[in-house]
C-alpha cells in the first residue's frame, strides 16, 4: 500500500515538472528541398537553442513537392529552390537565402568551364563525349547524372539552363542531392548538378559556367548564372506565427547569417557582425 | 464434490470456447484487413485504368516525361494527363525479378542441398545461424553497398568506352544498370530461398534416404532423386516467397538501377546488361512525394495495385504448383 503511495506521488510529480515544458513545446512540421537540408539542418538546431520550447520535424522531398504540402496542408511551411509560379496558389513565398547550382565533374576532370549552351547539350543528350571538350583531358563518354522531376533543383535546372526542353533520356537520375554527389564521386566521367553545399567534397569538383565561379561572392552579387534564391514557402491564410518568427530569425539575424555562411550558402539579407552596419533593403 | 467437478470442468469448455472465439475474430480481422487494402488500393487507382484501358500494359511515349506531365499538372489538369504506358517499367520488373529468382533458385538449392546433407558437422553448425542472419539485413543496406562498391565496380571495370559510346545520345551507361539490381537482389532473397530449401529438405524422413542408399544407389543420386524430390512443395513455398520479396524491393533497386524510364533491349548484346531502367516499386518509392498530384496519385495507387494483384496470383501459382506434388511430399 505504501509502496503504491510513493510510486504515485512520484509519477505525479513527475507529470507536473514535466507538464511547464510540455506545454510550451511545439513542433514545426516542414517539408521540400534537399539541397537547402544541410542548412536547415543546423538552422533549426540553432534556433532551438535560441527557443528551446520549438522543435522542428523537415522531410526533404524535393522543393516542388514541398509546395504541394503547403498547399493541400500536409506541412506548415516548405522550403522550395525556384521562384513562384501560377500553379503555387495559395502560398506565399518569402526570400530566405542565396544559393548557387553548381555544376560538379569528378576531381580526375581537368574542365573548368562551360557555357549555358554546352551545359544544356549535355544535359539533353545532344553533345555525349568528352572528347568534345578538349579542357577536360578526357576522351570519353559523358555520364550526366541529375534529378528526378519532383526536386526544385530539376524544375530551376529545367528552366534556367534546359530552357524549357525536357532533360534528356542519357541523364540518370537520383532521388537526392547526396546521391548525386555520390554518383559525381565515384564515375571519372560524370557531370552532374547540386547546390553550393557539396563543393567542400574533395571528390568533386565545380565547373565555371560562362566563365564565372560559383563562390559565394559571385552568387551574393547574382554574377554566377545558376544562382538561385532559397525559399520559405507558408500559406497564404492564416499561417502559423512560429513559422513566421523562424523565417524572420533565419533571413535576419546575424548568428543565422554565420550559420549559412558556415554551411555554404551566401546569406542575402542577414545582418553582418562588422562596426559599420548596413542595412541591407528587401 | 459432484457439483464442484460440474462447476470446473464448465469453466475450462468456456475459457476453451473463449480462446478459440478470440483467436477466430483476430483471424477474420487480419483478413478484414488485406480485402481492405486491396479493395482501397484498387478503387484508387482506378481512374488510371479507366483512362487508359489495356494500353496502361503497353508502351507508347516516353514514360518519365508522363510522371513529369501528371506532377507539373497538379491537383488539376485535364483527363488528358491521366496517359500513361507502363510497359517500360513493367519490362524492368519482370527482368530483375526474374533473372534474380532464376540465378538464385540455382544457387539456393545446391547451397541448401550442401548445408543438409554434404557438409561436414561444424560447417553445419555454422552455417544456420549465418544463413538465419543473412537473411534479416534490412534492404537498404544491400543498397548501400550496391552504391558504394558494385555500381562503380561495373561502371569503371566492366563496360567499355566503345559500348558507352555506343548508345550516349539514348541512355547512360555509368554503373547504375540491370545487373548491378540483379546481382544484388540475388544477393538479397538467397538466405530467405536458402532457409526454406534447407528446412524442406531435413524433413525428409531418413529412412526413405537409407532405404535408397540399402539399394546402392549412390549419396549424390539419393539425395537429388530421393531427398529433393520429396523436398519439392518446400522449394516452391521457398521460390514463391523469394519472388514477393523482389517484387516489392523498392528502396535497394532505386538507388542501383539509374532510375530511367527505359526497356533493356535484349537484342543490343552485350551492352543489355548494362542499361540502366527503373522497376515498378522502385517508381512508386521515387515518385512518392508526388502525392498531392491528383493525376501522379491515381496512377500510383494502379502501379501498387499491379503489384498487389501479382503477389497474390504468385500465391495462388504456388499453391496449383504444388497440388500434383503432393503425392510425393514429404510434408
Known amino acids: 500500500m505504501q509502496s503504491k503511495r510513493i510510486g504515485l506521488a512520484a509519477v505525479l510529480s513527475a507529470f507536473l515538472l514535466l507538464s511547464p515544458a510540455a506545454a510550451s513545446a511545439k513542433t514545426l512540421i516542414g517539408s521540400g528541398s534537399s539541397v537547402a537540408q544541410p542548412y536547415l539542418q543546423s538552422l533549426f538546431a540553432a534556433y532551438h537553442r535560441v527557443r528551446p520550447g520549438i522543435s522542428f520535424l523537415y522531410t526533404a522531398d524535393g522543393g516542388n513537392a514541398g509546395v504541394k504540402d503547403v498547399q493541400s496542408g500536409r506541412s506548415q511551411f516548405a522550403v522550395n529552390t525556384r521562384p513562384p509560379l501560377p500553379s503555387d496558389a495559395g502560398t506565399t513565398y518569402v526570400k530566405l537565402w542565396l544559393d548557387g547550382l553548381c555544376i560538379y565533374v569528378n576531381s580526375q576532370n581537368k574542365l573548368s568551364n562551360l557555357s549555358i549552351g554546352e551545359l544544356a547539350g549535355i544535359f539533353t543528350g545532344v553533345s555525349t563525349s568528352w572528347s568534345q571538350f578538349p579542357g577536360s583531358g578526357l576522351s570519353t563518354t559523358i555520364d550526366a547524372v541529375g534529378r528526378d522531376s519532383t526536386a526544385g533543383t530539376f524544375s530551376f535546372f529545367t528552366a534556367a539552363v534546359l530552357n524549357g526542353q525536357t532533360q534528356g533520356s542519357n541523364v540518370n537520375t537520383q532521388a537526392s542531392d547526396g546521391l548525386v554527389a555520390n554518383a559525381i564521386k565515384h564515375d ?38 545558376l544562382s538561385r534564391f532559397v525559399w520559405m514557402v507558408f500559406p497564404t491564410a492564416s499561417p502559423d506565427l512560429d513559422v513566421q518568427k523562424f523565417t524572420d530569425w533565419a533571413r535576419t539575424s546575424v548568428q543565422a547569417g554565420e550559420i549559412i555562411t558556415k554551411v555554404g550558402a551566401v546569406p542575402a539579407f542577414n545582418k553582418t557582425a562588422h562596426k559599420h552596419k548596413k542595412h541591407k533593403k528587401h | 464434490m459432484d457439483d464442484e467437478l460440474l462447476f470446473e470442468q464448465r469453466l475450462h469448455w468456456w475459457s476453451d470456447r473463449r480462446a478459440e472465439l478470440t483467436l477466430g475474430a483476430v483471424v477474420c480481422a487480419v483478413l478484414a484487413g488485406v480485402v481492405a487494402m486491396l479493395v482501397f488500393v484498387v478503387v484508387q487507382g482506378w481512374p488510371s485504368f479507366a483512362h487508359n484501358g489495356l494500353a496502361w500494359f503497353g508502351s507508347g511515349g516516353n514514360v518519365d516525361q508522363q510522371i513529369k506531365d501528371m506532377f507539373s499538372a497538379g491537383a488539376s489538369g485535364s483527363r488528358d494527363v491521366y496517359t500513361f504506358h507502363a510497359w517500360p517499367l513493367i519490362w524492368s520488373t519482370l527482368l530483375i525479378v526474374g533473372g534474380a529468382v532464376t540465378l538464385s533458385l540455382v544457387s539456393s538449392l545446391f547451397v541448401a542441398v550442401f548445408v543438409v546433407e554434404f557438409a561436414p558437422d561444424w560447417m553445419k553448425q555454422t552455417l544456420h545461424p549465418v544463413v538465419r542472419l543473412l537473411a534479416s539485413v534490412p534492404s537498404v543496406i544491400y543498397g548501400l553497398i550496391g552504391v558504394l562498391v558494385i555500381v562503380p565496380f561495373v561502371g569503371n571495370h566492366l563496360i567499355t568506352q566503345a559500348e558507352k559510346a555506343s548508345v550516349s545520345h539514348i541512355i547512360s551507361l555509368s554503373g547504375y544498370s540491370l545487373i548491378a539490381g540483379v546481382m544484388i537482389l540475388t544477393v538479397m532473397i538467397s538466405p530467405l530461398m536458402i532457409a526454406i530449401f534447407a528446412d524442406g529438405l531435413r524433413s525428409v524422413p531418413r529412412h526413405w534416404l537409407e532405404a535408397s542408399l540399402a539399394l546402392g ?51 543490343d548484346g552485350a551492352i543489355f546488361l548494362f542499361e540502366p531502367s527503373r522497376p515498378l516499386a522502385a517508381t512508386i518509392l521515387q515518385q512518392v512525394e508526388g502525392l498531392s498530384s491528383a493525376a501522379l496519385k491515381h496512377t500510383l495507387f494502379a502501379i501498387a495495385s499491379v503489384l498487389l494483384v501479382s503477389a497474390m496470383l504468385l500465391s495462388l501459382a504456388g499453391w496449383a504448383a504444388k497440388q500434383p506434388l503432393k503425392k510425393y511430399a514429404a510434408a
Not at chain 2, 519439392?232 to 519472388?243: D, E, K, S
Open chain 1, 188 to 225: 571519372p566521367n560524370s557531370i552532374g548538378y547540386a547546390g553550393l553545399a557539396r563543393a567542400k567534397d574533395p571528390g568533386l569538383k565545380k565547373v565555371n559556367v560562362n566563365g564565372v565561379a560559383c563562390a559565394p561572392a559571385f552568387v551574393k552579387t547574382l554574377k554566377y548564372p
Open chain 2, 217 to 267: 544407389i549412390n549419396r549424390w543420386r539419393t539425395f537429388w532423386k530421393v531427398g529433393v524430390r520429396a523436398a519439392r512443395p518446400a522449394i516452391v513455398a521457398g521460390t514463391v516467397l523469394a519472388t514477393a520479396r523482389a517484387l516489392g524491393e523498392a528502396v535497394m533497386l532505386a538507388m542501383v538501377t539509374g532510375s530511367v524510364g527505359f526497356a533493356p533491349n535484349p537484342f
